[in-house]
T-cell receptor
Framework: GENVEQHPSTLSVQEGDSAVIKCTYSDSASNYFPWYKQELGKGPQLIIDIRSNVGEKKDQRIAVTLNKTAKHFSLHITETQPEDSAVYFCAASKGLYGNNRLAFGKGNQVVVIP | DADVTQTPRNRITKTGKRIMLECSQTKGHDRMYWYRQDPGLGLRLIYYSFDVKDINKGEISDGYSVSRQAQAKFSLSLESAIPNQTALYFC??????????FGQGTRLTVV
């Protein structure tokens, strides 16, 4: 099945700097790549996603880029703020029609230092 | 009100006891999931259901069972709890576009 890996496991950034988290996936048939943010004591929440027919997607301070050839995708957070401190999970799937499910990475702890 | 609601939020139980974690959703999704979260291990899929008559094992189903009572309800049972089942458990739903929506989680401690 699909194997998703995230790097680094922990990332500390100064407030106002940018943060980048990278994920790699193993199944070239995967075509849907979401990112989830988990704040302390809460469930993961979808923050941005991208499909394989798009190379980049932006939503205010966050963006996701996809490199299908290298089989990796990255989350970019610009102008980081303390509220960006959380665990971030990437995931991949071949679309949910049929018997396909999201495969999650192990998560990245992002710490924004004021 | 939350779209995906889990009860209880916290539970301490003894080894060997049977325990049920409940999940209900108001999003109208057919697909529901149970995940387990342990530090450093991410989200691991226990069971999933694509409709009321469908139940499928995930990657770590041993020691667990589920029941899909209705489109909106999906419960997870530990028939005989053991300490290494101590974890944070999440219920989730997904829409046909693939977007998953998680509950707030149930923190289970088996002593």
């Amino acid at each position: 099945g699909e194997n998703v890996e995230q790097h680094p496991s922990t990332l500390s950034v100064q407030e106002g700097d940018s943060a980048v988290i990278k994920c790699t996936y193993s199944d070239s048939a995967s075509n849907y790549f979401p990112w989830y943010k988990q704040e302390l004591g809460k469930g993961p929440q979808l923050i941005i996603d991208i499909r394989s027919n798009v190379g980049e997607k932006k939503d205010q301070r966050i963006a996701v880029t996809l490199n299908k050839t290298a089989k990796h995708f990255s989350l970019h957070i610009t102008e980081t703020q303390p509220e960006d401190s959380a665990v971030y999970f990437c995931a991949a799937s071949k679309g949910l029609y049929g018997n396909n499910r999201l495969a999650f990475g192990k998560g990245n702890q992002v710490v924004v230092i004021p | 009100d939350a779209d995906v609601t889990q009860t209880p939020r916290n539970r301490i139980t003894k080894t060997g006891k049977r325990i049920m974690l409940e999940c209900s959703q108001t999003k109208g999704h057919d697909r529901m999931y149970w995940y387990r979260q342990d530090p450093g291990l991410g989200l691991r899929l226990i069971y999933y259901s694509f409709d009321v008559k469908d139940i499928n094992k995930g990657e770590i189903s041993d020691g667990y069972s589920v029941s899909r009572q209705a489109q909106a309800k999906f419960s997870l049972s530990l028939e005989s709890a053991i300490p290494n089942q101590t974890a944070l458990y999440f219920c989730a739903t997904s829409d046909l576009q693939g977007r998953a929506f998680f509950g707030q989680g149930t923190r289970l401690t088996v002593v």
